[in-house]
């Protein structure tokens, strides 16, 4: 049965439906076997103009030549991309840490584990103020707003789409918010860059991260962030000034040094890379609309059925995700079904974090999951619930997925 928007083929027998890190195609596996490379001679210099042309794309921001020499990581949005060698949240760091001075006041509203981490690794780095909300609850943005009159704060930094509560954060209205009072807006994109809409230019974003495991189908342990022209000169003000936070391997300044010339200032994950251009390849092959729309129609279709069969999702009506659905157990469930369904039926689904494990499980909707395989996947379920004298009502699982 072929795979919806890529190059491979799904089996037909195991359904991968986690959010992330997902399953790579046979090109993304293939291209992570080439034979090794030098990380400074000009074939590797072609891969990483490829791959900065391609990240471009997938940030949605304005083209770029994938000619090395041709400045590959620039465009005329004034973005720049640069690769981090490590995981997105070694990107996120990289945004943080370069952007701050530890006196600079940040906001950071949470609403799961990732919002969490965004709010740790800034309170290293920065002044940092934490609104924790429940997990799945959308931001109050009337108290956030009432936080940035105070004319204190230097930035708001959050979590975009939260895979560990599976809701969105309304992105628009957080940006009105910073652009009203002047303050800097950082965004943790790791699930959502290549996955649902982001508008890095629109929503005036100074720093944007993401993963390359996750909606864009690459391989883990490789990342990297789009940043805006006042970003730069914020993080060089504070270089130059010596408020600068201490840093090394994830020094921005030493990724804008070799950047214009297609390179990365450490060893870079060349075969990684080499996999990750290749992920990439297949979004562009599909088109980023095409993918956001694919995503949102799973994710809408594992809304509509399991609501329809009587359970409760955990984020708030008007912010789901479209990249990974958060569901209750119902009473007398717990991860004893995730463990039958993954060995009886060959289907892998994610259970929850901290405070929800064992009360909860997530269906991820990101990369390259075709329709078909989604409907598969949640036949199989609805079968494995039952055969844990669940009792569901019978249904057409098609129709839910239906566009």
Known sequence: MPREGSMDEWDGESCFLVPGPVRMNPRVLTAMSTPVMTARGPEYKSVM??????????????????????????????????????????????????????????LVPSNGKFGERIAQITDVFANCIHIKYDWGKAFDLDEIEGHLQSGEYEAVAFCHNETSSGITQDAAALSELCTKYDVGLLVDGITSVGGMPVHPEKWNVEAVAMGAQKCSAGPSGVAAIAVSEKWIEEAQKRKQDGSANPSYYLDIHAALKKGGDDQTPWTPAINLIL?????????????????????????????????????ELLADEKQRSNTVTAILYPKGIDDSWRSK????YKTLVIGAQDHLKGKMFRIGSMGETSIEEMIEGCKRMITCFNEMELDLPITKVESHFER
């Open 275 to 311: 996999g990750w251009c290749a992920a990439l390849r297949t979004l562009a092959e599909e088109g980023l609309q095409k993918r956001w729309q694919r995503c949102e129609t799973m994710a809408k279709g594992v809304r509509s059925l399991f609501s329809s069969l009587g359970f």
């Open 341 to 344: 369904l993954q060995s009886e």
């Open 49 to 106: 103009a490829e791959l900065n042309h391609l990240l471009r794309l997938a940030f949605n921001l304005s083209p770029s030549s994938q000619e090395r020499g041709r400045q590959s990581w620039t465009g005329e949005d004034g973005y720049t991309v640069i690769v981090v060698s490590g995981s997105g949240t070694a990107a996120t760091e990289m945004s943080i840490a370069n952007r701050f001075r530890k006196t600079d006041k940040v």
